[in-house]
């Protein structure tokens, strides 16, 4: 449109591919699936020579990632060996692709930690880390333009600090007997 918007003896037509007029000029933005229309461009001489040509608009689904349950992203850092308790864990990432994707199938999927790193894909199982966000990338296999990304929080809490002193020995037969600890 813009080559020939300059000449005044050019008239543009539009037929969408069921070859229905569409508006001459299209509206902007012109929302539409994916079609071919035809364009013609008339010479308003009275020769009215006229070119026709199409134009192939694509439109391609967006992938969707699905979120990951909190339950299988945020852990306390609770193993029985206080000297494991280092904020690490190993967290059970073996559902982890299949509820991202949901019922999508030969998707492209990277991860990559919060450095920007990449990572293995699927992710390693079990999966150690500390607190941070992975970055998920699902990108369509017929259109690599299509990107969606979404982000993993994997949360390690730590376990409260408590500092004990002194000793306490409690025993009683009754019970209704409390005993209150400062």
Request: proline share 9%; aromatic share 8%; net charge negative.
């Amino acid at each position: 449109t813009a080559i020939l918007a300059g000449l005044n003896n050019v008239t543009l037509s539009y037929w969408d591919e069921n070859n229905n007029p569409l508006p001459s000029p299209l509206p902007n933005p012109f929302n539409t699936s994916s079609q071919s229309i035809k364009v013609r461009a008339t010479n308003n001489t009275p020769m009215a020579c006229y070119f026709e040509a199409t134009i192939t608009f694509t439109v391609d689904d967006l992938p969707e990632i699905f979120p990951i349950p909190i339950s299988l992203t945020t852990v306390c850092d609770d193993e029985d060996n206080p000297i494991n308790q280092d904020g690490l864990f190993a967290f059970e990432t073996s559902t982890f692709q299949a509820i991202l994707l949901g019922n999508q199938v030969g998707m492209i999927v990277k991860y990559f930690d919060a450095n920007g790193n990449l990572l293995s894909t699927p992710l390693p199982n079990p999966f150690v880390s500390a607190t941070q966000n992975i970055t998920v990338q699902v990108t369509s296999p017929t259109n690599t333009s299509c990107i969606t990304t979404s982000v993993i929080p994997l949360i390690v809490n730590k376990i409260p600090n408590i500092e004990l002193s002194g000793d306490e020995l409690v025993c009683s037969d009754n019970p209704n007997f409390t005993k209150t600890i400062d």
